[in-house]
């Protein structure tokens, strides 16, 4: 068994005089460069992928940065499971007992899309060792209520159908829903499962929820490689954190940003400690922020003067569901060793062979759910685990319920991390609905008065929207922006 790697200073960030990645050494002349120290403040609002990103490209050109975050910590959505971490309303341990895995578990985001993506040439960067699941690991499948292995998927016709829809999204001509575009190309209803958990889990959602269009025009924006890698050793959070720790010092924590005002020259920021509703105000030059759709739509933060039309427009397009990501641990590997995504279930849309090159253990199940299941799942909390492992012995004839690890007091050993339920996120990732167009990524991403602006994976225009990839390219572009309106 191989022994969990720690991370020891992978990254020191732009700001702390780290040579300049790629896609900042290969700028043109004209994008911005280093520059002096200023006396211009920019205040950043949630300390995920995008705004640590924002915070880095700013503190290296020697803006003052602070960032408020509503939780008690950093990364946002990307998140990994803790030895110390406490049960919490979004957080649940369905027994004491830590699961079998020897390597880290992740709750948040667990791949990374694209071994030429900017967040693969970051872990490429910090040296940290990868494994590419498309070439090291097989996608088997649920069809028919039986396990089906990819080479026999291959020969099925109607599976052949259903991956040339997925693999021609970016051409597709539709304009509802991915669903009705599935049943407009006739595909057989015995694999629209497996197109759910190819598609619309994908973004947190189902594929009666997301429209064809903004999906398809995001598709055909994609510059990266199609490769799939998870990080061997190392935690995803860990990762991101360790890659900005030089700004980690300038976010404050429990602090939930009320309300921006950018009438005047300066911006006012105020809000309230969580937990003891201590206020707090900060006066910035720039705000960037950065937070989930799910948060801009709740009213949660009130802006004076009200968001132009454009902007509520663009949200009235937008949605963000529910999610949940379910960890289940096993004395056995039932599935196959070489598994790596099951696709095509109803409860559990996506499981993951988390240990699939990794480990020498393979026995933990990392499910996956978004949309209307993850809806139904949340409201039966650790409820929701018999639910999965008896559609796991549906397939597998009894052999989860068989294989399930339980603690001394027969407790199921499983963690659910129910993104819904997090307070200052609230769901997964964000989906346009059937209407939206790329455009209205743009329209919210677009800067107001040169005194707002806005990043996080929702404002992507380059198609990476609902992954690190779009929360990064986001704070990178935002920070731009505001470089741009300071030096003049």
Known sequence: MKRRKVIKQIGLGLSAGLALPWWLSSCKEDDPQPGPSNDKTVVIVGAGAAGLYAADILKARGIKVILFEASDRAGGRVRTLKSGDSESISLLFN???????????ELGANTIYGSDSVWGKIVEQLKITTVNLTTSATDNYFLDNSFVDGATAQSDPDFIAAKNFLDNLASNSGTGSVQQAITSAGINSRVHRILNSWIGNKFGTTNDRIGMKSLSEGFALLQRNQDILTLA???MQDALLSRYNNVMVDVQTNSEVKEINYAGDKVIVSGQ?????EPFSAEADRVIVTVPVSVLKSGS??????????????????EMDAAMRVLLDFKANFWGEASGFLYGGTDGPEYFNSGVGRSEVYRTLSVTIGGAKASELSLLGKGSIPVLLEELDSIFAGKATLNIRK??????????????????IKGGSSYLKAGGTNQDRINLATPVNDRLFFAGEATDVNGEFGTINGALLSGERAANEVIETIEV
Request: net charge negative; proline share 11%; hydrophobic share 30%.
């Open 407 to 424: 603690d001394p007091n027969n407790n199921i050993i499983a963690v659910i991390q129910d993104w819904s339920l997090e307070p200052f």
């Open 301 to 318: 933060i009130s802006f004076a003067p009200a968001l132009p039309s454009s902007k509520t427009s663009a949200l009235s397009k937008m």
């Open 233 to 235: 050793d190392n935690p």
């Open 95 to 105: 027994s004491q007992s830590e699961l079998s895995s020897d390597y880290p578990n």
């Open 273 to 277: 400690k969580t937990g003891s509703g």
